[in-house]
């Protein structure tokens, strides 16, 4: 039963990143003053669809300087990562849910360092090492903060447990208590998903893509979906979180649209600007109010 879940869970994360791209790409539209994708079927529904089968259909450059093993199962990685964390949402709110899931969804997602760390290190190139040096340390210095943040939150709640953050917020949520703290997620769920303004480990401008640049056809697919598959997750982690699970497919959607309404206003910050925010104001201001919680936790 649980291979059967965990198939069908696969196939609607996949439609969901499929349709959310063709979502974006039409706000983008709207925001822009310019039409979205609309040539393929009724206003452009299948476009999701039809850029797949190209991407898929591509052929894979086989380059000699390439080192292959890091090279191909970096995307893979990334996609086993991603669908990992889905997975886990599966059962998040089961019977047999425990204090330990929170911290295995964490543990994961930390893992998405080693995914730019191979897909840099084997392509085997000047402007991908640049772009995968750039990733690791903004996932690890924003991943320090936002480990705090959970901390936080999770003493703020007096529980570990899903179902308990669930209860205590039917009445009211957590985001209306703590408007700077809920800021500061948004802006740290950002940073940890490499989305404008944060997008810096693919500056096009400064070193051509990034950290993806070897890739085509059916890897930079995988690598596509990890991508957009975390920031639905961060969307529906932070509507877990802040706003309750009441209605969440709507709350999780004004998430998603959040990611893409600050994609079209922002332009990409500058580098040593990202690094200092998160070094000299939001690590401060997180281990402050860390300092401030866990006395309130320990009465």
């Known amino acids: 039963m649980f291979y059967l879940s965990s198939i069908f869970s696969t196939i609607g994360v996949l439609l969901g990143i499929a349709f959310f791209t063709l979502v974006e790409r039409k706000i983008m539209g709207i925001m822009h003053y310019r039409k979205g994708p609309n040539k393929v079927l009724i206003w452009g529904l299948l476009q999701p669809i039809s850029d797949a089968a190209k991407l898929l259909t591509k052929e894979t450059s086989k380059l000699q300087p390439l080192k292959s093993f890091m090279y191909w199962s970096a995307p893979l990685l990334g996609m086993l990562l991603m669908m990992s964390c889905w997975l886990w949402y599966e059962s998040i709110f089961s019977l047999l849910s425990n204090k330990m899931k929170i911290f295995c969804i964490l543990s994961i997602m930390s893992l998405s360092a080693f995914v730019f760390m191979l897909t840099?290190?084997?392509?085997?190139?000047?402007?991908?090492?640049?772009?995968?040096?750039?990733?690791?340390?903004?996932?690890?210095?924003?991943?320090?903060?936002?480990?705090?943040?959970?901390?936080?939150?999770?003493?703020?709640?007096?529980?570990?447990?899903?179902?308990?953050?669930?209860?205590?917020?039917?009445?009211?949520?957590?985001?209306?208590?703590?408007?700077?703290?809920?800021?500061?997620?948004?802006?740290?769920?950002?940073?940890?998903?490499?989305?404008?303004?944060?997008?810096?480990?693919?500056?096009?401008?400064?070193?051509v893509s990034g950290f993806n640049i070897e890739y085509g056809g059916g890897l930079f697919a995988l690598i596509f979906i990890?991508?957009?598959?975390?920031?639905?997750?961060?969307?529906?982690?932070?509507?877990?979180?802040?706003?309750?699970?009441?209605?969440?497919?709507?709350?999780?959607?004004?998430?998603?649209?959040?990611?893409?309404?600050?994609?079209?206003?922002?332009?990409?910050?500058r580098y040593d600007k990202l690094m200092n925010l998160c070094w000299k104001v939001f690590l401060p201001y997180s281990l402050s109010v860390l300092t401030l919680c866990l006395p309130v936790f320990f009465l």
């Not at 802040?242 to 959607?253: C, D, H, I, N």
Request: charged residues 10%.
């Open 120 to 207: 840099s290190w084997g392509s085997n190139s000047k402007y991908s090492m640049i772009g995968g040096y750039r990733a690791i340390s903004q996932i690890i210095s924003y991943e320090v903060c936002f480990v705090i943040f959970i901390f936080v939150i999770l003493y703020l709640m007096n529980s570990y447990s899903p179902m308990k953050m669930k209860m205590i917020q039917e009445n009211l949520w957590l985001m209306f208590l703590s408007l700077p703290l809920f800021f500061t997620w948004v802006v740290m769920c950002m940073a940890e998903s490499n989305r404008t303004p944060f997008d810096l480990a693919e500056g096009e401008s400064e070193i």
């Open 226 to 269: 990890m991508e957009y598959g975390m920031i639905m997750f961060l969307s529906f982690l932070s509507t877990l979180i802040f706003l309750g699970v009441s209605m969440s497919l709507l709350k999780t959607l004004t998430f998603c649209f959040l990611f893409i309404w600050i994609r079209c206003c922002f332009p990409r910050v």
